[in-house]
């Protein structure tokens, strides 16, 4: 399970800094301010989770079937919440109307919390199994 982690977390942060370069270089020009801040959140937030499951999965505090709900919500939240993000911030320049995506971000908001949450407890459960 570590390596199906880190190959997510290497992949997530991997396409953080392709999509932060772009729209530092490529949307600049075709994207409002604004638009721009936004899609940047959407990296940002990808590459914390990233981090995160790089972190995870070099824990041994916490279970293995923990680690795995953990990726598995962080995955999940950052499709939905970067994702619809992503979509969303370029929407003037795709001429694609994503408007319908705006409930799906704060649902993706939760599973990335979700995964925060799960670690707390985790970890929580480790060390009063140890304690």
């Known amino acids: 399970m570590n390596k ?12 953080a800094i392709v999509l932060g370069a772009f729209g530092a270089h490529g949307l600049k020009k075709v994207l409002l301010p604004n638009e721009l801040e936004t899609f940047e959140v959407g990296v940002r ?7 995160f499951l790089l972190f995870v999965a070099n824990l ?8 795995k709900y953990i990726a598995i919500f962080s995955a999940i ?3 939905l919440f970067s994702g619809s993000i992503y979509l969303l911030a370029t929407q003037s320049a795709t001429a694609i109307n994503f408007k319908f995506l705006g409930p799906i971000t704060p649902i993706g908001g939760v599973f990335l919390i979700v995964s925060w949450v799960l670690l707390l407890v985790g970890a929580l459960k480790s060390t009063q199994a140890k304690n």
């Open 77 to 79: 939240g950052v499709v």
């Open 45 to 51: 937030y990808q590459f914390y989770q990233a981090l």
């Open 4 to 15: 199906k982690i880190i190959v997510t977390a290497c992949l997530f942060g991997a396409l």
């Open 60 to 67: 041994n505090a916490i279970s293995e079937r923990t680690k």
